[in-house]
């Protein structure tokens, strides 16, 4: 079954049970052609509003899985039903999984030095059948020489699926201005998720998560890096859909 899109708020998303996000990876493995799958959440929405290239990228992808509480209360907000979202953190053992049955083969880039290799470390203690065929760490210039020798890396790899942790928009603008050069099937956006799978980072306790409040979390962790992020984009994202939905109530739309 093929995930289908829909776009809110002016921007292309794919709702999916992890089930279904995982066999849709292993379709677009499956393609004669390259496949961009990227995270979306409420700071991905608002940069999008801001760059009008990530919006394209966005309207672009292939795949744009919702990875933020905030974006399915929005949907919500505006009469669409989504799915829980997909938390990297814990997808990544189910892909690992999926991927070593289906025999799909991984590179990871991005994060601190050392980062990406322990990920891989711990996917492949959790799924001993896992190929995962390479790591690089994200912290090379992002041009010149230094990018080639990382792109070169990659394809003589030639892995299935390129798995990009460099956060956002970073990791969105390196896979804009690079994925043509790219030999692989799926390039696949993670933002922090080797941090998580590494255990470099915290997770937030099991309740908040549930309640969709890792972000408040994250803010108390890093209060001064996060506040922008969390309060301020918060927010705006709040206040766009509620403007949305008291358009689309003035247009003759009711909402349960």
């Not at 496949?35 to 919006?55: C, E, K, R, T």
């Not at 790591?135 to 699926?161: L, M, Y």
């Not at 409040?213 to 984009?233: H, V």
Request: one cysteine or more; aromatic letters at 12%; proline letters at 4%.
């Amino acid at each position: 079954m093929v995930m289908r899109s829909l776009h809110m708020l002016g921007v292309k998303i794919t709702p999916g049970t992890t089930e279904e996000f995982c066999w849709e990876l292993s379709r677009l493995v499956e393609t004669e052609r390259q496949s961009l799958v990227l995270d979306i959440n409420v700071y991905g929405y608002n940069l999008a509003w801001q760059l009008p290239w990530m919006a394209d990228l966005y309207n672009r992808a292939d795949v744009n899985y919702v990875d933020g509480a905030g974006v399915v209360l929005g949907a919500r907000m505006l009469g669409l039903r989504l799915p829980p979202r997909i938390t990297m953190a814990d997808f990544g053992w189910v892909a690992a999984a999926h991927f070593a049955r289906q025999n799909h083969t991984l590179y990871l880039l991005g994060n601190p030095p050392g980062v990406a290799a322990r990920a891989a470390e711990k996917l492949v203690a959790k799924a001993p059948d896992l190929r995962v065929l390479g790591t690089q760490h994200g912290f090379f210039t992002k041009e010149g020489w230094e990018n080639d020798a990382v792109i070169d890396s990659i394809n003589r790899c030639d892995p299935d699926v390129l798995m990009v942790g460099m956060g956002m928009p970073l990791e969105q603008r390196w896979v804009l201005d690079n994925h043509e050069r790219i030999q692989t099937k799926v390039i696949w956006t993670v933002g922090a998720a080797f941090q998580y799978w590494a255990d470099t980072i915290r997770r937030c306790p099991q309740w908040m998560g549930e309640w969709g409040l890792e972000w408040l979390f994250r803010l108390m962790l890093e209060p001064k890096r996060m506040a922008g992020r969390y309060l301020w984009g918060n927010t705006l994202f709040l206040i766009r859909a509620l403007k949305e939905r008291r358009r689309l109530y003035r247009c003759g739309q009711q909402f349960l």
